[in-house]
């Protein structure tokens, strides 16, 4: 089956633009993740989705940026007002029921990630 | 506060070395997982694992969990340029803010032929 999607794979804008990044995860998995990852550093959370709706979004570094789920599917990660501190590259990741405590619900699955670069 | 803390951050060997890597934490965690990313990718799941002191092989890979489930460790035998990556353990929480993983910062593994 399909993987973890995300698109575009590469995102230039100019600071101040809007941009909008877009997850698929893996069918029938419920748990979705956003992370943001700066060159050769590792994973910082941004936020989570069970279902549609997001429990904690105190990871988002900013009000400028904002998060939604539909369907229990697709994700948009959006950042207005986009600055040159917010290049990185945005990872989603997908998993299984979070709410079971198998160790299987744990594991997540990776997107290839967005390279967003402001300039 | 770092809940899991991995060492060394960066690790560079020549092919055919031993080496070991290691994720600590002073919280008890249901689960433990390593994930190896390469550039331009991803993080890809190696293993998970659920045991105190389970130890699991994947080739020349090897998997540790500590009996306390606080840390964990991998040990690569005879390394080969194709290991080369960001190598992150993650900790699983029932019911944590972050979804329930916890992710450490990374040991950086360069492998030169």
């Known amino acids: 089956g399909a993987g973890v999607s995300q698109s575009p794979s590469n995102k230039v804008t100019e600071k101040g633009k809007d941009v909008e990044l877009r997850c698929d995860p893996i069918s029938g998995h419920t748990a979705l993740y956003w992370y943001r990852q700066s060159l050769g550093q590792g994973l910082e959370f941004l936020i989570y989705?069970?279902?549609?709706?997001?429990?904690?979004k105190s990871g988002l570094p900013s009000d400028r940026f904002s998060a939604e789920r539909t369907g229990g599917s697709v994700s948009t990660l959006t950042i207005q007002r986009t600055q040159q501190e917010d290049s990185a590259v945005y990872l989603c990741?997908?998993?299984?029921?979070?709410?079971?405590?198998?160790?299987?619900?744990?594991?997540?699955?990776f997107g290839p990630g967005t390279r967003l670069t402001v300039t | 506060t770092q809940l899991l803390e991995q060492s060394p951050q960066f690790l560079s060997i020549q092919e055919g070395e031993n080496l070991t890597v290691y994720c600590n934490s002073s919280?008890?965690?249901?689960?433990l997982q390593w994930y190896r990313q390469e550039p331009g990718e991803g993080p890809v799941l190696l293993v998970t694992v659920v045991t105190g002191g389970e130890v699991k092989k994947l080739k020349r890979l090897t998997f540790q969990f500590g009996d306390a489930r606080k840390d964990s460790s991998l040990h690569i035998t005879a390394a080969q340029p194709g290991d080369t990556g960001l190598y992150l353990c993650?900790?699983?929480?029932?019911?944590?803010?972050?979804?329930?993983?916890?992710f450490g910062k990374g040991t950086k593994l360069s492998v030169k032929p």
């Open positions: 989705f069970q279902g549609n709706s997001a429990p904690d």
């Open positions: 990741a997908s998993s299984l029921v979070p709410l079971d405590r198998r160790p299987s619900s744990y594991e997540q699955y």
């Open positions: 993650a900790g699983g929480r029932y019911g944590g803010s972050q979804g329930n993983l916890i």
């Open positions: 919280s008890v965690f249901s689960s």
